[in-house]
């Protein structure tokens, strides 16, 4: 196995992290990966339940897995249809998302892509409305309607995270379900230093919002696999039409954010120049500081 570079930042070493879809990891056999430097492995058991580890040599994908041959387990928890696990000593639970439990959602990993940028540069690109009309041109957004409204933004201490709301955006094509172009509204929640959870107007049930998740696997300080969660409200399209649809809006993502320099995100506030538009960027670059991460980041100076 490739000789990785460890990670030593106790912040990022006790969060949970995603592995691999649930659904895409045959029963009994073992899948390999990287998380933080480290090649770990994971499993997920005939009865559904998960396991985790440090790789060791002649284990390899695609293997039989025996639960008694893991002398190294980590920490694994299966949530929102993934396999999860920490390097470091997590919290008991993850970061809630209460609808994920509606049973009348199509819950499904749209794709996991590779992505050579730090897990901190690609959240700040989830949360990037202004990009939409020229990356996501006739789909996310279209010209002339290029303006970011003013919204609010928070940084709740009692549910550590971030919070943007009353974001709207006209788009052209907001999901696979729309019937046309249409103001649609955003609610933006970053949870977790690596994750992000974005919630849009529904064009089935204007009483309810459509759930969208980026979850990223930091495999070192500059590259990632990003998970994409579904759990939307459409009765109508088949299962790959709607990761299709997703598929297309990160395929013209991904080369954005792998052109980002530096690759890392810096923290300092005067190292790149804000604008009204980047309120989420400015509020998650300063909740990361205050956190003391330094993995993936460039630490602002003292």
């Given at each position: 196995?490739?000789?990785?570079?460890?990670?030593?930042?106790?912040?990022?070493?006790?969060?949970?992290?995603?592995?691999?879809?649930?659904?895409?990891?045959?029963?009994?056999?073992?899948?390999?990966?990287?998380?933080?430097?480290?090649?770990?492995?994971?499993?997920?058991?005939?009865?559904?339940?998960?396991?985790?580890?440090?790789?060791?040599?002649?284990?390899?994908?695609?293997?039989?897995?025996?639960?008694?041959?893991?002398?190294?387990?980590?920490?694994?928890?299966?949530?929102?249809?993934?396999?999860?696990?920490?390097?470091?000593?997590?919290?008991?639970?993850?970061?809630?998302?209460?609808?994920?439990?509606?049973?009348?959602?199509?819950?499904?990993?749209?794709?996991?892509?590779?992505?050579?940028?730090?897990?901190?540069?690609?959240?700040?690109?989830?949360?990037?409305?202004?990009?939409?009309?020229?990356?996501?041109?006739?789909?996310?957004?279209?010209?002339?309607?290029?303006?970011?409204?003013?919204?609010?933004?928070?940084?709740?201490?009692?549910?550590?995270?971030?919070?943007?709301?009353?974001?709207r955006f006209y788009q052209a094509m907001a999901s696979v379900a729309s019937g046309g172009g249409a103001d649609v509204e955003y609610v933006y929640r970053v949870p977790h230093p690596f994750c992000s959870v974005l919630y849009k107007s529904s064009p089935l049930d204007e009483t309810r919002m459509d759930v969208i998740a980026v979850f990223l696997q930091p495999l070192d300080e500059e590259r990632i696999r990003a998970h994409m969660m579904l759990c939307v409200l459409d009765d109508t399209n088949a299962d790959k039409i709607i990761k299709r649809f997703q598929q297309t809006i990160f395929g013209q993502d991904k080369p954005i954010l792998e052109n980002q320099f530096p690759k890392r995100l810096p923290l300092d506030p005067r190292a790149e120049t804000p604008i009204r538009a980047d309120k989420s960027a400015i509020a998650y670059r300063r909740w990361l500081s205050q956190k003391g991460l330094t993995y993936g980041v460039i630490p602002a100076a003292n």
């Open positions: 196995m490739q000789q990785q570079k460890r990670c030593s930042d106790p912040v990022a070493l006790n969060l949970w992290h995603p592995l691999g879809a649930v659904a895409e990891v045959p029963a009994g056999i073992v899948a390999n990966t990287v998380l933080l430097g480290e090649d770990v492995s994971f499993a997920v058991g005939a009865d559904g339940a998960v396991f985790a580890w440090r790789s060791r040599a002649g284990l390899r994908t695609g293997d039989r897995f025996e639960p008694s041959a893991v002398d190294t387990a980590l920490p694994a928890k299966s949530a929102y249809g993934y396999v999860w696990t920490s390097l470091g000593v997590p919290t008991e639970d993850l970061f809630p998302i209460p609808e994920y439990a509606e049973s009348d959602r199509r819950k499904l990993n749209a794709a996991t892509f590779g992505v050579n940028v730090s897990a901190p540069r690609a959240i700040e690109n989830f949360l990037d409305m202004g990009h939409f009309p020229y990356v996501h041109t006739d789909i996310l957004g279209v010209e002339p309607h290029t303006e970011v409204k003013e919204y609010d933004v928070e940084i709740s201490v009692g549910r550590d995270e971030i919070l943007a709301t009353r974001c």
